[in-house]
């Protein structure tokens, strides 16, 4: 059996690469960075002000100025 993995793509994330960008934005909203994405104080509102659901906003827009540099096995 010969199973071919592909490689992803730049504007592709593992689950856990993308955890750690939401993440990373989060706790620097949670600590007074300003937003990068326009939110009316009616959308502040439905989202709870939560950092979290903020950050999450952000990495679906793609405005997130965080860049993953993955080490591939043929580089090390």
Do not use: H
Request: proline share 8%.
């Amino acid at each position: 059996m010969n199973l071919e993995i592909e490689p992803l793509r730049d504007d592709e994330y593992t689950k856990f690469e993308k955890a750690r960008l939401i993440g990373a934005r989060a706790l620097q909203i949670s600590m007074g960075a300003p937003f990068l994405v326009k939110l009316t104080p009616k959308q502040l509102e439905e989202l709870r002000y939560n950092p979290l659901e903020i950050a999450k906003l952000e990495f679906e827009q793609g405005v997130l100025p965080i860049e993953i540099k993955r080490k591939l096995p043929s580089e090390q």
